[in-house]
């Protein structure tokens, strides 16, 4: 297997007002072009800081990370980032939320007509052409992550990083989405990586599940090649021992990890409150 | 939601309130849903303090005479009208005597010398009371427009630098309380040293008030353009990173977007103390204005001074209440957290 994504060796460090902080060690990882892998544990083991750092975001203390043999040193549109809270600009349509990142993408490679039509063609691809003109805010958490994911392809990544794109929607929205992103990725062949603490959402979607053990000092515990065939229709794993069969072993190693992961936040520096607007009087 | 509106809006006049709110875009259904309550009771209250007023009034002696009640300040509220259309009248009257005189004498072959003479004379009324209004708008927007084109690229060089908000806290600190009643005498000593031309385009008392204004309208907008700016989502700019947009285009696209609703609520603020400020500045600069109006009413002390004072009381507040709700329309216009609740 060619490596495509090299995660060599990386470890984190922070520096907490208590000392030094070891959130990761000795990750390493080589993901092939077109793979589709997810990354699992218990809440707060480091999960997004290793996506963080993928997208470079966050630089390792320790080793780094390769794409097509180049080091990553800065983010990049070509490690487009689905975040867990959509992180559209509340000001700026649909449209003009994913029109932003392909003016800055293809500003100097396609006219304006391209941009605009490339920038229509991808929203449709997550079928939110019907809602160019709306604002974040009219429109539902499912549709938003939509646009995000739309934002992201339209970036055309080499790397698709997704930070827990569907916890924050309810279970049928979850679904629909699920089944989009498979049915994107099978046409477009992006290589994805993918945070999820969703045993369920893991099996039906990797190629391997990358399973983390609690940090501090996370690493990977153990990797679950996922031999289903694609494409995957869920009502039919449903009835494949197989599936059960990898769902078992993902519960069981977090399940054998079962001691509460101590308080750490997965990626720390990051995240301040939103201070509130000082109130007018009136 | 609808209900917490209607209870924190009940203090300030609700329809008119009511009524800009329909102009700045959020419905009419709420309107008419609660207008028993937004009318009624807004009502009850004003009559009940009406009475208080006239009672209490009633009881208190001054060496201006008793202390005026509602319908001696209405009766003095009608004839500063009346005076102010009577001397819009004689104005009228005086520039129609002057292009008489001035056809007459273009009739008579007159030299343009002489012409120009005509022409070049002014009436010379005083100030009514409607003209000391506009007066001191105009004072109070010119120091509040200064202010804002200073304050908010401090406030956005605060909010982006922590060196640079370092450097400048303490000073925002220490001049923010400073009252604009000791700012004054400096800003006359310094107007007075630095504006010498002989042919002013504004006078020095206006350019006092002003500066004066401006002074005491920096602090809110500074400050909350700087937390606006500084605490802008760090997924949004974690968005800006990936995409990797410049310096500029991050603080065009990103940074001031999102601050809009700070920088707003800063100017808000800004604006009310601004208009607080003018008219003590306008009683002890002598710039014309409602100040100017004030004092000079004490200093007359005429039966009547009472109730026109109390007259440009009212007017002062209603004036103060109708730049605020202006300032809420704008605010509401320019921002994109439509979820949140402005008041």
């Known amino acids: ?282 | 939601m609808a209900a917490t509106n209607l209870t924190t809006k009940t203090f300030a006049l609700p329809w008119l309130a009511r009524a800009l709110d329909w102009l700045s875009g959020s419905g009419i259904d709420r309107i008419a849903g609660g207008l028993a309550h937004a009318l009624l009771l807004p009502l009850l209250g004003i009559g009940i303090f009406l009475l208080l007023w006239s009672a209490g009034a009633a009881q208190v002696q001054t060496s201006l005479g008793q202390l005026p009640g509602p319908a001696q300040v209405w009766e003095q509220g009608q004839r500063l009208w009346a005076e102010h259309r009577a001397e819009r009248g004689r104005e009228a009257a005086f520039s129609e005597r002057l292009d008489e005189r001035y056809e007459k004498a273009v009739a008579a072959g007159r030299s343009a010398e002489d012409l120009a003479k005509i022409r070049a004379r002014r009436y010379t009324g005083n100030p009514t009371f409607v003209d000391q209004i506009w007066t001191s708008l105009i004072t109070v927007a010119t120091g509040f427009l200064l202010a804002s084109i200073i304050a908010i690229p401090i406030g956005i060089v605060c909010g982006m630098n922590a060196a640079f908000y370092a450097a400048m806290n303490p000073l925002i600190q220490i001049f923010k309380p400073v009252s604009p009643l000791a700012w004054l005498p400096l800003v006359t000593l310094i107007v007075s040293a630095l504006y010498v031309t002989d042919d002013p385009l504004v006078s020095k008392s206006f350019l006092t008030s002003a500066i004066t204004v401006t002074l005491c309208c920096l602090w809110p907008t500074i400050i909350n353009t700087t937390v606006g700016v500084a605490t802008v989502d760090k997924d949004l700019m974690n968005v800006s990173r990936v995409l990797r947009l410049g310096w500029f285009k991050q603080t065009v696209k990103i940074i001031l977007p999102s601050a809009m609703p700070m920088i707003f609520t800063g100017m808000r603020l800004s604006l009310g103390i601004g208009w607080m400020v003018l008219i003590a500045a306008e009683m002890l600069a002598q710039n014309p204005g409602l100040g100017k109006f004030v004092w000079d009413e004490f200093q007359n002390g005429s039966s009547n001074s009472l109730a026109r004072i109390m007259v440009a009381v009212l007017v002062i507040g209603f004036i103060g209440f109708l730049l605020d709700r202006g300032m809420l329309m704008l605010q509401r216009r320019f921002s994109w957290d439509k979820d949140a609740i402005l008041r």
């Open chain 1, 1 to 282: 297997m060619q490596s495509f994504l090299k995660i060599d060796h990386v470890g984190i460090t922070f520096d907490t007002p208590k000392g030094k902080l070891e959130i990761l060690k000795d990750i390493k990882l080589d993901i092939a072009q077109g793979e589709v892998v997810s990354l699992i544990g218990h809440s707060g083991c480091g999960k997004s800081t290793v996506l963080n750092i993928v997208a470079g975001l966050l630089r390792a203390s320790e080793g780094g990370v390769l794409l097509e043999e180049r080091e990553v040193t800065e983010p990049g549109p070509d490690r487009a980032v689905v975040f867990q809270q959509h992180s559209l600009l509340p000001w700026l349509t649909v449209y003009d939320n994913v029109r932003l990142a392909v003016d800055q993408v293809f500003g100097r490679t396609k006219t304006r007509k391209e941009r605009d039509e490339w920038t229509r063609h991808n929203l449709a691809l997550v079928h939110m052409e019907h809602a160019l003109e709306r604002r974040p805010h009219e429109i539902s958490g499912g549709m938003k992550q939509r646009v995000g994911i739309a934002r992201a392809l339209a970036m055309e990544p080499k790397v698709l990083l997704m930070d827990e794109p569907f916890g924050a929607l309810d279970s049928l929205t979850r679904t629909h989405m699920q089944d989009s992103l498979m049915e994107i990725q099978a046409r477009l062949n992006n290589t994805v990586v993918l945070i999820t603490h969703d045993v369920d959402e893991a099996v039906l979607l990797s190629d391997r599940i990358v399973m983390m053990t609690n940090g501090p000092s996370a690493t990977i515990g153990q990797v679950l090649d996922v031999d289903l065939l694609r494409p995957r229709d869920r009502l039919a794993l449903a009835e494949e021992p197989t599936y059960h069969h990898y769902r078992a072993e993902v519960v069981k190693f977090l399940h054998e990890r079962h001691d509460k992961p101590r308080l750490v936040s997965s990626n720390p520096p990051q995240q301040e409150p939103r201070a509130l607007p000082l109130a007018a009087n009136g």
